[in-house]
């Protein structure tokens, strides 16, 4: 089941930004992306070979989760992304849930760190085939309040051979408050090198 669409416990805010992005998809230019619990949007047999002796493909793979899409609804990651193909940029929507709290009332660092991981993860995986985080760097400029809803928009900035080098932001719905920024290294795998 497809888990970026609509369900009740998505604020007014979420609702209205999911609807101004399945708009802008209909002329093509966005491509909303599905996100499952346990399915990958790559074939599982494109992933195995780079993970061929992860235990976890071959025995645990009915557990396996998507880490931020294992919570139940509304208590941790509610998220959709969009992808924007002609700017190579993708936007994430989210809005984190009570379980994610770090400092009271505010979202814990390392569930904004999650998003951004991912937002950053799915643009690299659309711009470069199967990718793995090297280097993430974050600065949290302001808090962000538990529940609310807020933007995060990722794009490619270089690919310099196996390496891409991409920045997001997270924004406020109305674009006035700049909550976090950050840079990374996503690394195209070889096929030829075993990562452990
Ligand atoms: C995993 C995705 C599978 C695909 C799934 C498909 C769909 C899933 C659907 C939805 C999920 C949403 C998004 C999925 C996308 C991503 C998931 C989130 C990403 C993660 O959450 S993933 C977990 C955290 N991540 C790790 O667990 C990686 C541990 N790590 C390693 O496994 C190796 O480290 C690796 C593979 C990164 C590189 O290893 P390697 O051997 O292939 O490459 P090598 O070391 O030769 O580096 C090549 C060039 O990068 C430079 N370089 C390397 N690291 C650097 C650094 N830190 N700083 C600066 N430069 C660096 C070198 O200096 C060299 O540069 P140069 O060529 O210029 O010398």
Redesign the pocket.
Known sequence: MDLSLPNPSWSKDMRLLFDQFMKKSEDGSWKHLP??KNK???RIED?KV??PDAKLIKEKISQAQ?FPRNFEEGLGFEYAMFHNHAEDRTVCIFQGGPYLQGAPGFLHGGAIATMI??T???T??IAGG??????LNINFKRPIPLCSVVVINSQVDKV????LFLSCNIRSVDEQTLYSEATS??????PE?S?T
């Open positions: 996100s499952y990958f949007s790559r992933i780079f993970f998507l991981d991912s950053l993860g799915m690299a995986l199967i990718v793995m985080t090297a280097n310099e051979g196996r390496k290294l996503f690394v195209k795998l070889d090198k990562l």
